[in-house]
C-alpha cells in the first residue's frame, strides 16, 4: 500500500535548522507532487509548498520564502524539506503530503507527522 | 490568499444523530477545488471528500459534502462513535489554504 514515513521528532534552538524526510512507497514516487504542510499545536494545517519528484522543482508559500527548502531523492523515493532560521513559532507538527491527482489536487495520503520543536 | 472560515468551532451531537458543519471561502472557488478532512488526536489529516462531494477510497457513506461558490457543508448523516473528530475544509482552487476547523465532539 501507498505509505509515507517520516523521519523522527526534532528540537531545536532558535536560529538552528531542521531537516525533515519523507520516505515513499507503493507508488511511483515521480508521479505526484509532494507538498509539505505544518500545524501548529491547536491550529488548522498550513500549506508550506510543493515539490515535483520528476523534475526537482519547487514552489514555496510567499511566507516561507528564503528559509525553505524542498528537495528529493528519485534514488531513495524520499523528499526532503530543511526550514532555517528557525523561531519558536515554528513549533509543529510538519507533514509530507502527496497530492492526489499528480498535481494542483487534494492530499490523499499524508506522513504520519515529524514533531519539531524550538526551545532555548 | 483565500481565507477558509470554518463554524461552528465546536459541534456537540449525540451518538447516530445528523451533524452539519459549514465552510465559507473568501472568494470563490471552484466547486472542483474543496476538499474536507478528518483528524484524530495524535493523527495525520485524513482525506475524506474532494471536488466538493465525491467521497475518497474507503470514505462511508454517511459522509456527504455540497455546495459552490463560496458556501460549502460537510453533513455526517448518523454519528457514530469513530467519527468525533476534528474536521477540516481545504481549498486547492488558488494554492492550498485550510480552515480552523469544527470539532465535532459526544454530547
Known amino acids: 500500500q501507498v505509505q509515507l514515513v517520516q523521519s523522527g521528532a526534532e528540537v531545536k534552538k532558535p536560529g538552528a535548522s531542521v531537516k525533515v524526510s519523507c520516505k515513499t512507497s507503493g507508488y511511483t514516487f515521480t508521479e505526484n507532487y509532494m507538498h509539505w504542510v505544518r500545524q501548529a499545536p491547536g491550529q488548522g494545517p498550513e500549506w508550506m509548498g510543493w515539490?515535483?519528484?520528476?523534475?526537482?522543482?519547487?514552489y514555496y508559500a510567499q511566507k516561507f520564502q528564503g528559509r525553505v527548502t524542498m528537495t528529493r531523492d528519485t534514488s531513495l523515493s524520499t523528499a526532503f524539506m530543511e526550514l532555517r532560521r528557525l523561531r519558536y513559532d515554528d513549533t509543529a507538527i510538519y507533514y509530507c503530503a502527496r497530492d492526489a491527482l499528480g498535481a494542483d489536487d487534494a492530499f490523499d495520503i499524508w506522513g504520519q507527522g515529524t514533531k519539531v520543536t524550538v526551545s532555548s | 490568499e483565500i481565507v477558509m472560515t470554518q463554524s461552528p468551532p465546536t459541534l456537540s451531537v449525540s451518538p447516530g444523530e445528523r451533524a452539519t458543519l459549514s465552510c465559507r471561502a473568501s472568494q470563490s472557488i471552484s466547486s472542483h477545488n474543496l476538499a474536507w478532512y478528518q483528524q484524530k488526536p495524535g493523527q495525520a489529516p485524513r482525506l475524506l471528500i474532494f471536488g466538493t462531494s465525491t467521497r475518497a477510497t474507503g470514505v462511508p457513506a454517511r459522509f456527504s459534502g455540497s455546495g459552490s461558490g463560496t458556501e460549502f457543508t460537510l453533513t455526517i448523516s448518523s454519528l457514530q462513535s469513530e467519527d468525533f473528530a476534528v474536521y477540516y475544509c481545504q481549498q486547492y482552487n488558488n494554492f492550498w489554504t485550510f480552515g480552523q476547523g469544527t470539532k465535532v465532539e459526544i454530547k
Open positions: 515539490i515535483i519528484p520528476y523534475s526537482g522543482e519547487t
